[in-house]
């Protein structure tokens, strides 16, 4: 099978409970068609704890299948829920966390 190398996936709705079944889909068929997925994440308005959950998943699976996973975006609700989270290095990718709270 021809797995393209690179592709970058974006994500324009928020990341709660109710989107979290056909995201999940969407994040895993989107990692299957590729070594290095880029997730920009600029367009999420909201993220709860379930959208917290299926980023980790993922992040699961890059690791298992030996894939890469970029974060090149970050929504500021998604900034202030990793920095809550204390998760901004879990997924190792730069991030601009605002010096105002």
């Keep these: 099978m021809n797995v393209p190398t690179a592709s970058r996936l974006a994500l324009r709705e928020d990341m709660t409970i109710?989107?979290?079944q056909a995201q999940k889909e969407q994040l895993l068929a989107a990692l299957a068609a590729t070594e290095d997925l880029e997730l920009d994440l600029s367009g999420v308005g909201e993220m709860d704890t379930a959208g917290l959950?299926?980023?980790l998943l993922l992040k699961r699976e890059v690791l298992q299948q030996g894939k890469q996973l970029k974060i090149i975006s970050h929504s500021p609700?998604?900034?202030r829920l990793f920095d809550f989270c204390n998760?901004?290095?879990v997924f190792g990718d730069p991030m601009l966390i605002s010096a105002k709270p």
């Design 77 to 79: 609700n998604v900034q």
């Design 53 to 55: 959950q299926l980023l």
């Design 87 to 89: 998760l901004v290095g």
């Design 18 to 20: 109710y989107q979290a």
